[in-house]
């Protein structure tokens, strides 16, 4: 983890944070603490366009560089340092050229906020932390990246067709602002939380469903996600699922449920149908549904008709899209599509398919799949010395799949190189290191090395039998040798013997390409 301190809780702040202006964001890793101040900021170059929450407060800028894609937090409610009313705004794109991304004011008990967006590796994301009204003060940004609970898939990706169920469904006859319960028959796994069937699922007119949530719904004002409305009345789990999250109207049409299919490939499918956008009468109305699969965990939204007969409201541009929920560690999380913004269009269907994690090659990891040769010969190079390589020494997965870092100590201490002749010891040790900076020893292993010098042998070239001469060719020398492969080169037209010999004998060849008796 990567802490960083600047001016804040119980400093003198600064006249004004280093990180005031855009252009002077500091970077921070995707899993840190970073402790700062707005105090004596300015509102020089600040985003005026509205972001999740309004801007009206100074601010100071942070940059994130995630290394893998992903889902990333970022909150400011830590209660011990956080001493006023926050706001988070994320923007891509670059100082000036602020794309939005997400934003929060209230998310966090006491004012404070979070905010949860999907990332792409490589890509930088410009955290700003401000104020509600005119407030400044101390806070404790804490980022996080974990890998995205589900693939969003849409295009001719999206795994789900349209089911029209206005006709064999169950109306639920919903008022403007109503809800209903019914019951999802089958079990059901959500942000990585097995819920067991049959789950009681609050369908509210506008837009949304939620459960397990002790029938807190979302309401008719649509906020960014995730959203403190699925909790704020009572709930318990903040889940929330919003294929189309409005102010919708009850004048016509009707909201249908309808479980189709037999275990274990069941759909629960709710349908917003013909509904029109407050204030009703006189627009036109939209038709939205949700699926959820059972067999595959998989949830999708389809967009048959979201022409509501108004540009303020047509494709979602009043509207949010997307799910949240309470993950294993109880903290809230969720992947937004969008937010009052017109991203869907008639026909549309967007999946939320489940991650299937790929394999840990390092699961059920077993460190004595490793070990260290007791006794090794080294040759040593043209300047005495010799390096000693993990592949050297360690036997087993020498690929080292689950290992992040390695130590090498001689003869006691930290070198991983050995000087001169004779007889040396060495100790090997495996590291892994957490996404965190947290480093755990898997194994440690020594031995001993003796090495030598094979960089000047004398050549004492083979006598042809009932010759007396050293001139056999090279053909009948040709034999796999006596030498390890770790010698180094000899240039065979340096000696006598081989100064008649074809190719390939001209030029430096291995020791271990010739049969020749060496001393010295």
């Known amino acids: 983890m990567m802490v960083v301190l600047l001016a804040g809780a119980g400093l003198t702040a600064a006249a004004q944070p280093a990180n005031d202006l855009c252009v002077n964001a500091i970077p921070i890793a995707e899993v840190s603490t970073t402790i700062g101040t707005t105090t004596g900021a300015t509102t020089t170059d600040d985003p005026t366009a509205f972001c999740g929450t309004s801007v009206t407060a100074p601010g100071v800028w942070y940059v994130v560089t995630p290394s ?36 929060n004011d209230d998310n966090c008990p006491g004012f404070r906020s979070a905010v949860t967006f999907d990332v792409i590796a490589g890509t930088d994301y410009y955290i ?8 400044t003060g101390d806070f404790q940004l804490d980022v996080n990246l974990v890998l995205p609970f589900y693939t969003v898939l849409e ?49 509210d007119n506008n837009g949304n469903v939620n459960f397990a949530n002790n029938g807190d719904q979302g309401g008719f004002t649509n906020e960014a996600l995730p959203s403190n409305d699925f909790t704020d009345g009572g709930g318990t789990t903040g889940n929330g699922i919003c294929p189309f999250w409005d102010d919708l109207d009850s004048e016509t049409g009707n909201v249908y449920w ?81 937010f009052n913004e017109a991203a869907v269009s008639d026909g549309d269907c967007i999946t939320y398919a489940v991650v299937i994690p790929e394999p840990d090659p390092c699961e059920g990891f077993d460190e004595f799949n490793y070990g260290c040769i007791t006794n090794l010969n080294v040759t040593l190079q043209e300047d005495c010395m010799a390096k000693i390589t993990p592949q050297m020494v360690i036997t087993g997965d020498n690929e080292f799949t689950c290992v992040d870092s390695i130590a090498i100590n001689v003869n006691g201490t930290p070198a991983d190189v050995i000087i001169g002749c004779g007889n040396h010891t060495y100790e090997v040790t495996l590291f892994d290191v957490s996404a965190r900076g947290e480093v755990e020893t898997l194994y440690t292993c020594w031995g001993n090395v003796f090495t030598e010098d094979k960089t000047a042998p004398v050549i ?58 060496v001393s010295g």
């Open 258 to 338: 309808e479980v189709q299919g037999a275990a274990p490939a069941r759909l629960f499918i709710v349908q917003w149908d013909m509904r029109p956008h407050f204030p009703g009468p006189g627009m036109g109305s939209g038709t939205v549904q949700l699926q959820i699969d059972e067999f595959t965990g998989n949830i999708s939204f389809l967009y048959p008709d979201v022409d509501f007969g108004d540009a303020a409201f047509n494709g979602g541009a009043s509207a949010t899209i997307g799910i949240q929920g309470e993950d294993v560690n109880g903290d809230l999380v969720a992947q937004q599509y969008s």
């Open 68 to 103: 893998a894609d992903g889902l990333m937090t970022a909150e400011t409610c830590e209660p011990s340092v956080t001493n006023y009313d926050t706001k988070l705004s994320v923007y891509t794109g670059g100082c000036g050229v602020f794309n939005c991304v997400t934003g």
């Open 128 to 135: 700003f932390v401000h104020g509600f009204g005119s407030a």
């Open 155 to 203: 295009g001719d990706q999206c795994l789900a067709q349209f089911i029209d169920i206005s006709a064999t469904g169950t109306a639920l006859n919903l008022a403007d602002d109503g809800t209903a319960t019914v019951q999802m028959p089958f079990d059901f796994n959500y942000f990585g939380v097995d819920y067991t069937g049959p789950i009681d699922m609050e369908i």
């Open 460 to 517: 004492e070239c083979p006598v042809r039998a009932g010759t007396g001469t050293a001139d056999i060719p090279m053909t009948m020398q040709m034999a796999s040798g006596t030498l390890e492969n770790t010698d180094p080169t000899v240039v065979l037209t340096d000696y006598a013997c081989f100064s008649d010999a074809f190719e390939p004998a001209d030029g430096d060849r291995p020791y271990d390409l010739i049969t020749f008796t």
